[in-house]
Each structure stands twice: as C-alpha cells, then as structure tokens.
Antibody, heavy 123, light 107 residues
Framework: QLQLQESGPGLVKPSETLSLTCTVS??????????WGWIRQPPGKGLEWIGS???????YYNPSLKSRVTISVDTSKNQFSLKLSSVTAADTAVYYC???????????????WGQGTLVTVSS | DIQMTQSPSSLSASVGDRVTITCRAS??????LAWYQQKPGKAPKLLLY???RLESGVPSRFSGSGSGTDYTLTISSLQPEDFATYYC?????????FGQGTKVEIK
C-alpha cells in the first residue's frame, strides 16, 4: 500500500516561493498507473487541485495557478516536489500530495493521500 | 472549468438514517466522478470512483449512482464513524474540480 508524506516549511513570507516535497513509500514513483498530484485546502474551505506529474516529467497544471506553479519529480529518491511562487495570504492552506490514478495519460481519481501540511503565508 | 455543486451543504442525521448527498456537474461528465470522506484534521479518503465503484475496504453501506450531470452518494444506514464532510470530484476534464463539500452532522 502506498504511503505519501509531505515535508517543507510551515511558514513562508509574502512574495516568496513555497516549496514542498512528497516522499512516496510502499511503491515506485515510476509506476505506470499513477501521476503524482498536489491538492490544497484553505482553512475551513474546499479542495483545489494544483497539478500532477508523471515519472517521465509530464505535467498537468490547474490553469488558475499555472503561471506560478512548478512540479518536478526525482525518481532516484521516490519524491516529487511543488514550488509555488509569489505567494500571498490567499495561498495559506493545507497542502496534500496524493497518488493520481491514470489510464492512457488520462487523469482519474486520487486514491492515496499524504496527511497534509499546513503552510501559512505571513510576514 | 466544470463546476461541481453539492447539495445540501450540510445535514443533520441520526445513527441508522439513510443519507443521500447530491453532486451536479455544469456539463455531462460520463460517470467520471469520485467521492471522498474527510474527517477533521485528516486527509480525504477515497470512497467511490467511476460514480458507483466502491474502493477496496470501504463498507458496503456506501453506494453511488447517477449519470450525465447528476450523481448521488448514499449511506444506507449512518454509523457514528460516518459523521464527516463528503466531497465529489469530477475527472472528466482538466482542471479536475471538487464540489464544495457536504457536512454530515449528528442530530
């Protein structure tokens, strides 16, 4: 069974870049069955998909965030990472990483999730 | 983007009740719908995918149905551990989008 764990700073200053890493265990990040995704949830609010990456480096991003988001993968470490630039208070949220089922480059549902990490944007 | 609208936003129910939550898409999504359960302070948990397929390990009291733009999640007999917030997600097209959530509370 896959396990995912987010790591990174819990506090980021406005205008700076948020950086998080997700470590995958219990399976290979090079699996053909998965993209690897980031989802966020502002306090007390709903879920927003940020983007997803395949082990080859192929990415899909939410257009609403695309200009500020970079997702990368390190297959040697079984990790993938999120960078969100020029953050504001509106980017304060719990950030989750998750396994994103895929069939023939089509993105499907999220079946395994990390526990989530709260990132606060504040000076 | 496809907008997902859940109803109701919240409901109060008793243990043993039958509960139904609706998710409506702004356009047809061909059963490309998943349901998640989220408890406070925890990550969402996948319950169903392809509108009606139960994820392994999920109790059979959870079921899903629907087609086109309208989908439902039904809990046949609400249990104490089912009090949580439920989200639908469409994966018919990118960007994938979630409903706003339905909070199921104890009556």
């Amino acid at each position: 069974q896959l396990q995912l764990q987010e790591s990174g700073p819990g506090l980021v200053k406005p205008s700076e870049t948020l950086s998080l890493t997700c470590t995958v265990s219990g399976g290979s990040i090079s699996s053909s069955s998965y993209y690897w995704g980031w989802i966020r949830q502002p306090p007390g609010k709903g879920l927003e998909w940020i983007g997803s990456i395949y082990y080859s480096g192929s990415t899909y991003y939410n257009p609403s965030l695309k200009s500020r988001v970079t997702i990368s993968v390190d297959t040697s470490k079984n990790q993938f990472s999120l960078k969100l630039s020029s953050v504001t208070a509106a980017d304060t949220a719990v950030y989750y990483c998750a396994s994103h089922r895929t069939r023939l480059v089509r993105l499907d549902w999220f079946d395994y999730w990390g526990q989530g990490t709260l990132v606060t944007v504040s000076s | 983007d496809i907008q997902m609208t859940q109803s109701p936003s919240s409901l109060s129910a008793s243990v043993g009740d039958r509960v139904t939550i609706t998710c409506r898409a702004s356009q047809g999504i061909s059963n490309s719908l998943a349901w998640y359960q989220q408890k406070p302070g925890k990550a969402p948990k996948l319950l169903l995918y392809a509108a009606s397929r139960l994820e392994s390990g999920v109790p059979s009291r959870f079921s899903g149905s629907g087609s086109g733009t309208d989908y439902t999640l039904t809990i046949s007999s609400l249990q104490p551990e089912d009090f949580a917030t439920y989200y639908c997600q469409q994966y018919y097209s990118t960007p994938q989008t979630f409903g706003q959530g339905t909070k199921v509370e104890i009556k």
